[in-house]
Each structure stands twice: as structure tokens, then as C-alpha cells.
């Protein structure tokens, strides 16, 4: 009697730990978001990285209050966009099927403009004097929650904030000139890789 205690005490262990270890990722996926910047200039020998946790973020943005920037929102003037109704095209993009929107190949520059996999991508290629590429991705969701709860002439940032702590490992921007390399992406880890 015994023994088979012993046993089933060494096999309920092994299940234990067999669940534990295949549990694991996902409590590692519950965790922390990170917001990385990382900005490279090889011809100055600089470099920049900022690591924010997208919860610290979430907590500082409200607490600033300057100008057009207040309550973790952010104040667009009609007059600045000239006459376009933001939200209208976002309802029009978001009700929109997967597509290739906007596609301009000339000699010196090729653009792009889709919507992908429930993502807004934007490609540009600039051939003039140093290749030069500049590459957007963002999730449907965020720009979503930039209009949630905002006013008409608002983009709520923080729910922005909140929606890339829901994406997975997101690479959003890439800018990449003669000198200058731009990363901006948003994942799990602490430290920029």
C-alpha cells in the first residue's frame, strides 16, 4: 500500500509539474507590456533606447496637461485637418475588406497605403540621393480605442495604450536613412533586443 502511494505521489508530481511547465507560457504572456524605442546613428556613434511599460505609461500620460495634450488625451484642431472628417474614415477603413488602397510607383519613390490582417500598413521607399524606407504597421484595435472614448476633436491615447497592451509582439515603425536606423515595437521583454 505503500509503495502505490509513493507512486501515484511521484506520478501526480509529474503531472503537476508537466501542467505547471506547459502553463508557463502563458502566465509569461499575462505579463508586462513594454513600449521600446531604439534610435541609431552609426555615423555619430549615437544611440538612443527608452523601455516604458506600457501600464507606466498608461498611469503618466493622464497626469500631463499641456496644451493640446490633457487627461491622456490628445486636442486636434478642425483647422488643421483642413476640412477632414477623421472619424468617418476610420469607419470607412474599419468596415473596409483587407485591400491594397493606395499604391504609388514612381522613379524616385514608391508608396504604399493597405489594410492587412486587421492592421493599417503604410510602405514608403524613397529613392532619392540615400535609400531611405519607412515602414508603419498599426493594429486595427489601436486605432480603434483612439476614437473610443475620446471627443470629436480628441484621440484618446491612453486607450490607445491600453488597446497595444492587448497586441501581441508588435513591430510598429521602422525608419531606416544613409545614417539613421528607427525601431519602434512593443513585446514582453524589459530590454530592447
Same mark, same amino acid.
Given at each position: 500500500?505503500?509503495? *502505490?502511494?509513493?507512486?501515484?505521489?511521484?506520478?501526480?508530481?509529474?503531472?503537476?509539474?508537466?501542467? %505547471?511547465?506547459?502553463?508557463?507560457?502563458?502566465?509569461?504572456?499575462?505579463?508586462?507590456?513594454?513600449?521600446?524605442?531604439?534610435?541609431?546613428?552609426?555615423?555619430?556613434? #549615437?544611440?538612443?533606447?527608452?523601455?516604458?511599460?506600457?501600464?507606466?505609461?498608461?498611469?503618466?500620460?493622464?497626469?500631463?496637461?499641456?496644451?493640446?495634450?490633457?487627461?491622456?488625451?490628445?486636442?486636434?484642431?478642425?483647422? #488643421?485637418?483642413?476640412?477632414?472628417?477623421? *472619424?468617418? %474614415?476610420?469607419?470607412?477603413?474599419?468596415?473596409?475588406?483587407?485591400?491594397?488602397?493606395?499604391?504609388?510607383?514612381?522613379?524616385?519613390?514608391?508608396? *504604399?497605403?493597405?489594410?492587412?490582417?486587421?492592421? %493599417?500598413?503604410?510602405?514608403?521607399?524613397?529613392?532619392?540621393?540615400?535609400?531611405?524606407?519607412?515602414?508603419?504597421?498599426?493594429?486595427?484595435?489601436?486605432?480603434?480605442?483612439?476614437?473610443?472614448?475620446?471627443?470629436?476633436?480628441?484621440?484618446?491615447?491612453?486607450?490607445?495604450?491600453?488597446?497595444?497592451?492587448? &497586441?501581441?509582439? &508588435?513591430?510598429?515603425?521602422?525608419?531606416?536613412?544613409?545614417?539613421?536606423?528607427? *525601431?519602434?515595437?512593443?513585446?514582453?521583454?524589459?530590454?530592447?533586443?
Amino acid at each position: 500500500m505503500r509503495k *502505490r502511494l509513493q507512486a501515484t505521489a511521484v506520478v501526480f508530481s509529474l503531472l503537476a509539474g508537466a501542467v %505547471i511547465s506547459a502553463a508557463a507560457p502563458a502566465f509569461a504572456a499575462s505579463g508586462e507590456r513594454y513600449l521600446h524605442v531604439k534610435v541609431q546613428d552609426e555615423q555619430k556613434g #549615437e544611440s538612443v533606447n527608452i523601455n516604458v511599460p506600457l501600464s507606466m505609461a498608461e498611469k503618466i500620460l493622464p497626469a500631463i496637461n499641456n496644451k493640446d495634450l490633457h487627461n491622456g488625451c490628445v486636442t486636434f484642431h478642425q483647422a #488643421e485637418m483642413n476640412g477632414v472628417d477623421v *472619424r468617418a %474614415i476610420l469607419d470607412a477603413v474599419r468596415t473596409a475588406p483587407d485591400n491594397e488602397f493606395v499604391t504609388v510607383n514612381e522613379k524616385n519613390q514608391n508608396v *504604399r497605403v493597405a489594410k492587412s490582417n486587421g492592421d %493599417i500598413v503604410v510602405h514608403v521607399r524613397d529613392h532619392n540621393n540615400h535609400e531611405q524606407s519607412v515602414d508603419v504597421t498599426v493594429p486595427m484595435t489601436v486605432i480603434n480605442a483612439l476614437f473610443s472614448t475620446a471627443k470629436q476633436d480628441e484621440l484618446d491615447v491612453a486607450a490607445a495604450l491600453r488597446a497595444l497592451g492587448d &497586441t501581441g509582439n &508588435t513591430l510598429l515603425v521602422t525608419v531606416h536613412d544613409a545614417s539613421q536606423n528607427v *525601431r519602434v515595437w512593443v513585446d514582453s521583454q524589459s530590454t530592447a533586443n
